[in-house]
């Protein structure tokens, strides 16, 4: 009687778990193999991307900071190139990220679902196009490996967190 009562269960919680929709997908990783891995995971938790900050040098993405909510994420990357800061809009959230890489990463293009084309690099090596695999899913944080540069960036996409009201 146990037995059947826990395999009941088991099929009921195993059927609600395949009514909820997927909404979590990656793109990546996109670069070389050198550099210490990090992951902003947590930071996602201090709410949706409102603001990236970006080292880019002559030909490479030197280094990367993002803010979530308004707590920015630790610096990752180099010192050497110029900081250039893009801030999103109340409510904007990115849907797509396109760039090129060689060994080390080379250029990034945010895209918004305000049609906000973000640039940063130069545009050589080999191209990479970010999306998320289902609807309505925005990037959540970003993670990959870096060093004295960007060797690699990967792209976590999820729903913009309903609880999180926007500035």
Request: neutral net charge.
């Amino acid at each position: 009687m146990l037995t059947a009562a826990l395999l009941a269960l088991l099929c009921a919680s195993a059927s609600a778990t395949e009514i909820q929709p997927r909404a979590s997908s990656y793109s990546g990783e996109y670069g070389g193999g050198g550099g210490e891995r990090f992951s902003q995971s947590g930071n996602q938790l201090d709410g949706p991307i409102t603001a990236i900050r970006i080292r880019v040098s002559n030909y490479y993405i030197v280094g990367l900071q993002v803010r979530y909510g308004t707590v920015w994420s630790d610096y990752v990357g180099g010192t050497s190139g110029d900081l250039d800061e893009i801030f999103l809009y109340p409510g904007e959230s990115i849907v797509q990220v396109s760039g090129k890489y060689k060994t080390y990463l080379r250029k990034l293009v945010f895209v918004t679902d305000k049609f906000r084309f973000l640039s940063f690099g130069k545009d050589t090596g080999t191209s990479f196009n970010a999306v998320p695999l289902y609807p309505n899913t925005v990037l959540r944080f970003i993670s990959g490996r870096a060093g004295s540069l960007i060797d690699a960036i990967g792209f976590h996409w999820d729903l913009y967190p309903s609880d999180y009201e926007s500035c």
